[in-house]
């Protein structure tokens, strides 16, 4: 299936979102949309997931990679994620460092 | 026992992932058990591929087999590269799993997910091949 991977920063908000699945084939993909919006130091990230598939450790490495390069106090929101997907969140501990939402801007 | 060999590299995740389903689609497994099992095989098969054959500079392939009964799904992955337990690996512990992301080491977490997301994960080494088992339980039999 593969992966498409778009992003955009707009008003200091980085929006990156993942269509497909993210493997070790395709994860390189995700990280450079990453690499992109770093360059403009945005204040928040946004990661819309709701059409994405699958995610291995890859995927999960390269959300580890985000927070160490944009530093503790970007937030990194994750938006719709599917079953699997919170599923390894919750196991691999990540769950608590990011923010699992249903929508952007977040309601409430 | 029904099998399917794959070529040694990343562009063959998805292709397996798509095998599995099917099978575990066979055996009555649900959303959640094929994703996990799927999930369990990528990441060993990422290191069969990256590390195993990657880092000696061989050129194979895995071979997956299944074999189903009315307990469980049983699939093996053999391949060739240097021998490889990834039961005897240090995997993260609770304590590194509560770590906040900024200080987390990058890697580590592949394994940890390939041994905990199915019933069962076991380890051979045969023939001179490196045998991962992965079991999981049909709904009907829990």
Same mark, same amino acid.
């Given at each position: 299936?593969?992966? #498409?991977?778009?992003?955009?920063?707009? #008003?200091?908000?980085?929006?990156?979102?993942?269509?497909?699945?993210?493997?070790?084939?395709?994860?390189?993909?995700?990280?450079?949309?990453?690499?992109?919006?770093?360059? #403009?130091?945005?204040?928040?990230?946004?990661?819309?997931?709701?059409?994405?598939?699958?995610?291995?450790? *890859?995927?999960?490495?390269?959300?580890?990679?985000?927070?160490?390069?944009?530093?503790?106090?970007?937030?990194?929101?994750?938006?719709?994620?599917?079953?699997?997907?919170?599923?390894?969140?919750?196991?691999?501990?990540?769950?608590?460092?990011? !923010?699992?939402?249903?929508?952007?801007?977040?309601?409430? | 026992?029904?099998?399917?060999? !794959?070529?040694?590299?990343?562009?063959?995740?998805?292709?397996?992932?798509?095998?599995?389903?099917?099978?575990?689609? *066979?055996?009555?497994?649900?959303?959640?058990?094929?994703?996990?099992?799927?999930? *369990?095989?990528?990441?060993?098969?990422?290191?069969? !591929?990256?590390?195993?054959?990657?880092?000696?500079?061989?050129?194979?392939?895995?071979?997956?087999?299944?074999?189903?009964?009315?307990? #469980?799904?049983?699939?093996?992955?053999?391949?060739?590269?240097?021998?490889?337990?990834?039961?005897?690996?240090?995997?993260?512990?609770?304590?590194?799993?509560?770590?906040?992301?900024?200080?987390?080491?990058?890697?580590?977490?592949?394994?940890?997910?390939?041994?905990?997301?199915?019933?069962?994960?076991?380890?051979?080494?045969?023939?001179?091949?490196?045998?991962?088992? !992965?079991?999981?339980?049909?709904?009907?039999?829990?």
């Amino acid at each position: 299936m593969g992966l #498409q991977a778009m992003s955009e920063v707009t #008003q200091g908000i980085a929006k990156i979102t993942l269509i497909g699945e993210v493997d070790s084939a395709s994860a390189g993909m995700f990280k450079d949309e990453v690499d992109k919006v770093a360059l #403009q130091s945005p204040k928040e990230i946004v990661l819309f997931m709701k059409d994405l598939n699958f995610m291995s450790s *890859a995927g999960l490495r390269v959300i580890v990679f985000t927070k160490q390069k944009l530093g503790a106090e970007v937030p990194i929101y994750i938006v719709n994620p599917q079953e699997g997907i919170i599923d390894t969140l919750q196991k691999t501990g990540l769950y608590h460092s990011v !923010f699992i939402v249903d929508s952007y801007p977040v309601k409430g | 026992m029904k099998s399917k060999t !794959f070529p040694a590299t990343v562009e063959s995740l998805a292709p397996i992932r798509e095998y599995l389903t099917g099978l575990s689609e *066979a055996a009555g497994l649900d959303k959640k058990q094929t994703y996990n099992l799927c999930l *369990a095989v990528d990441e060993v098969v990422t290191n069969i !591929f990256l590390y195993g054959y990657g880092k000696s500079g061989q050129k194979g392939v895995v071979d997956v087999y299944a074999e189903m009964d009315e307990n #469980q799904l049983k699939i093996s992955v053999e391949d060739d590269s240097p021998p490889y337990d990834p039961t005897k690996q240090n995997l993260p512990d609770e304590e590194d799993l509560k770590e906040p992301l900024e200080e987390r080491p990058i890697g580590g977490l592949g394994l940890f997910l390939a041994t905990t997301s199915v019933d069962e994960f076991k380890y051979e080494y045969v023939n001179g091949r490196n045998r991962n088992i !992965f079991i999981v339980k049909r709904s009907s039999s829990k």
